[in-house]
């Protein structure tokens, strides 16, 4: 599985994606929305782990930008703390998964497996026109 991760934190950020590779993905990281949306544009990820406090530009822009994308990666925000005016609207903007920090690796393998079941269930689903 392909997954980007944004986070401002370079510790934070090499701790998810060496827990992403135990888990046997491959990724890619930025550390703001600058390289992250041209990297969102140019890779079909399947997989973007968002951190929602990002200085200057939001986490509820980047998902702004990955809803126009052709190809939209499974969104999961990562959090610091449960403000469920924030969840709904990561949600409403498409972040259908939350992690709540500190996270380990059962709970990165928990996310992508349900990652993996939500894809299977899609390709199982007829296509309409």
């Not at 986070?7 to 888990?23: G, Q």
């Not at 973007?48 to 990666?73: K, S």
């Amino acid at each position: 599985m392909g997954c980007l991760v944004i986070e401002d934190s370079s510790n934070v950020r090499a701790v998810m994606c060496r827990l992403l590779a135990s888990c046997g993905c491959e990724t890619e990281e930025a550390d703001g929305p600058a390289g992250a949306i041209g990297l969102l544009k140019d890779h079909p990820y399947d997989a973007l782990f968002l951190d929602w406090d990002l200085p200057d530009f939001g986490a509820l822009d980047i998902l702004r930008e990955v809803n126009r994308l052709d190809a939209r990666p499974h969104v999961i925000l990562c959090v610091t703390h449960n403000d469920p005016r924030e969840l709904a609207l990561a949600n409403a903007a498409g972040a259908k998964h939350i992690l709540m920090k500190p996270y380990d690796e059962d709970m990165v393998a928990e996310v992508l497996a349900s990652i993996g079941e939500e894809t299977h269930i899609e390709q199982q689903q007829p296509k309409t026109a």
